[in-house]
């Protein structure tokens, strides 16, 4: 049994692993360990605190799946609720849907009764509202290019929590979780609650989940291609290289090429990739005292 994460979900595996050493499974173990990564108020990229979009509202994106059916389930652009992981989950078990967005994702989680949440704290709307103040002069009435400029700083706007799991049974799960880019375009929806994009689970083969720039994961199917390597037998921090090096063929420039990628194999081995050089994951299997944090493979790309 194992919990791996982005190194941000590191308070949600301590959260859950006394239950899930006493037989949580995998699904709800990653459900729960979002929770509490959802509810942490000084993560401001994740549920409740998270940074608001261009208009100052927060809009959240999540998706689950569970391995052994590739069942998956998702929801894109929600606003006024405290677990948006819990509402995919409901998409996924009781809906006939993968992916719900918007109004639409909204009326369905008022439907299955999830719990409203009041998303936006004092501090995020401050960094919120420092963010327009530093644009530059001459933009204030041009909104798509204020858009860009505000989302292209990654340092400021980025972050999302992934979890990845294999329980005391072999069952595998992952669940991802964001607020997304802050400053985002209303309506935009991330890698996130996209299946293939930023987060797969095979349980025949592994899981991998992606923080960074959702745009380019979308675009090249970054979490499915890792699992796809880890199907062909390369390990897990050789299918995050190879996924990630894939991304270069994009021909972004380099302040775009921003991918973070964790892994974990179906025979329970695990690793993280990044084309940041200082970035983290943590795990933790039976072997472990508390939650560890190791340093990923650094790819460049540029
Ligand atoms: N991948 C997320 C998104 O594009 C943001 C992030 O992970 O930093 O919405």
Redesign the pocket.
């Known amino acids: 049994m194992i919990l791996v994460s982005s190194a941000n979900g590191s308070i949600g595996i301590d959260g859950v692993w006394s239950e899930f050493q006493n037989g949580l499974d995998a699904l709800t173990a990653v459900e729960r360990a979002t929770w509490i990564v959802e509810d942490n108020v000084e993560d401001n990229?994740v549920g409740t605190g998270g940074l608001p979009n261009l208009d100052g509202e927060v809009e959240l994106?999540a998706s689950i799946m569970e391995g052994s059916k590739r069942r998956a389930g998702a929801v894109a652009g929600l606003k006024g609720f405290r677990h948006p992981i819990s509402v995919a989950r409901a998409v996924m078990e009781i809906s006939p849907h993968v992916l719900l967005v918007g109004d639409g994702a909204a009326r369905f989680a008022k439907e299955v009764g999830a719990e409203p949440g009041d998303l936006l704290t004092e501090k995020a709307s401050l960094i919120w509202e420092k963010g327009l103040e530093s644009l530059p002069e001459g933009l204030s009435g041009e909104i798509l290019k204020k858009a860009q400029a505000l989302t292209q700083d990654p340092e400021k706007a980025?972050?999302?929590v992934n979890f990845l799991s294999i329980d005391s049974q072999g069952a595998m799960a992952s669940a991802v979780s964001?607020s997304?880019?802050a400053w985002k375009w209303p309506g935009r929806a991330?890698?996130?609650p996209v299946v293939g994009a930023?987060n797969y689970c095979d349980a025949r083969f592994g899981a991998a989940a992606?923080?960074?720039?959702?745009?380019l994961?979308i675009r090249a199917s970054t979490a499915r291609t890792v699992v796809n390597y880890l199907s062909q037998g390369a390990t897990p921090e050789e299918a995050g290289v190879q996924a990630l090096l894939d991304l270069k063929h994009l021909d972004e420039p380099p302040e775009k090429l921003i991918m973070h990628t964790v892994i974990l194999s179906s025979d329970g081995t695990h690793g993280g990739v990044s084309t940041d050089p200082n970035a983290t994951y943590a795990w933790r299997d039976e072997t472990c005292k508390t939650t560890v944090l190791t340093k990923r493979t650094h790819v460049a790309l540029y």
């Not at 992606?210 to 745009?215: A, L, Q, V």
């Open positions: 990229s994106d980025v972050g999302t964001t997304g880019w991330g890698d996130s930023g992606c923080t960074g720039f959702g745009e994961s």
